[in-house]
């Protein structure tokens, strides 16, 4: 097998067809067939359609939260907080942006009247991220406190502020346990009546959970992807879950992940043996998959381990052909754009 790299994973995109506000309506955005020759452009409300009974769907069911704070200082100095993680005893892990770092011991003044103290680096002393404790007036937890005084926080290539449109339509309508800072963005496109529909075409349901964290939007920094070191992301996948892979399997269904981050928990799952934990599992060609068999999936940014991901489940060419296919008939790209259907290559 070939020795890919950094630059293999490149592509050209016109900055219109990222996509800055989603469809209309969930279901109603395109989604592109890639599993048959030549692909076939679709919408994305036929899916059912695409599945057979007993197959089996895997949702991420985290929930986005309200991760985006703004601060200043004791000198006064602005400064943003993207908690990426909620610790025990109103502790949080978050990124930091300022212009100067404060010490340890620094005691910020949030918007929305609490307080942060940064207490150290994390997960050590020479860690990226920040360990804060939040207080507040009325003793509010983390998680109501980002609830009442945070923002959605949007991917970098989103250019507008959030708004309450924002709130609802950059969460899926499933989304049950808080702790993600970026969608589950191929859930994006699933609603009500779909999810109805998929339950009477016999295609069963199940759930895990990843918690997607702020570096799945980190950029690969080398040439070599071998030396890219993944960010960790919390994960579970519970007995439910568990059982129903069981039985899909055992009746000939196939396990259809919908998103990356579903492929990144069953597949950390598989490798692990363990149910919950941390994963950095990084999934390139080559790898080789044990649980799943079809994915939904967004359209990627150029050079990511998204990116990687796809081209490791469906085949590099095959995936390069299908990206040069969407961007021909003008799909729209990345968290709030279109879908497409793989299947796995071997």
């Not at 212009?99 to 918007?111: D, H, R």
């Not at 860690?127 to 009442?148: H, K, T």
């Not at 959605?152 to 899926?172: G, K």
């Not at 075409?201 to 690969?220: C, D, N, Y």
Request: net charge negative; glycine share 6%.
């Amino acid at each position: 097998m070939r020795a890919f790299t950094l630059s293999d994973f490149d592509f050209d995109l016109p900055p219109e067809l990222v996509a800055q506000h989603p469809a209309a309506e969930r279901s109603a955005s395109r989604l592109l067939d890639g599993t048959v020759d030549p692909p076939a452009d679709r919408i994305f409300r036929t899916l059912p359609a695409l599945l057979r009974e007993g197959d089996l769907l895997v949702f991420n069911d985290t929930r986005v939260v309200k991760a985006r704070l703004f601060g200043e200082k004791p000198t006064g100095g602005k400064l943003e907080l993207l908690v990426e993680r909620v610790l025990q005893d109103h502790e949080v892990v978050a990124h930091m942006k300022v212009s100067k770092k404060p010490p340890v011991g620094t005691v910020l003044s949030m918007a929305g009247g609490f307080r942060a103290t940064l207490l150290g680096r994390w997960p050590d002393e020479q860690g990226a991220l920040f360990r804060l404790r939040f207080d507040s007036e009325a003793g509010e937890d983390p998680y109501a406190l980002m609830a009442r005084c945070g923002h959605v926080p949007l991917p970098p290539y989103i250019e507008h502020a959030d708004s309450q449109d924002d709130e609802r339509r950059y969460q899926t309508v499933f989304a049950r346990v808080p702790g993600a800072v970026a969608a589950p963005t191929a859930a994006l496109h699933f609603d009500e009546a779909l999810l109805v529909e998929l339950e009477a075409r016999g295609i069963e349901r199940a759930s895990v959970t990843l918690h997607v964290g702020a570096g799945t939007f980190q950029p690969v920094k080398t040439e070599n992807i071998a030396e890219h070191r993944m960010h960790a992301e919390r994960y579970e996948v519970p007995e439910a879950t568990q059982r129903a892979i069981a039985r899909t399997k055992a009746r000939g269904g196939r396990i259809v992940a919908v998103g990356t981050t579903t492929v990144r928990t069953l597949e950390a799952w598989a490798q692990s043996q363990e149910a919950a934990g941390d994963t950095c599992i990084f999934i390139t060609p080559g790898f080789a998959f044990e649980h799943v068999d079809l994915l939904v999936t967004n359209f990627h940014l150029p050079k990511s381990t998204l990116m990687m991901l796809v081209s490791a489940f469906a085949g590099y060419e095959r995936v390069m052909a299908l990206y040069a296919h969407a961007i021909r008939e003008r799909y729209r790209f990345f968290s709030y754009g279109d879908a497409m259907l793989l299947a796995r290559a071997h």
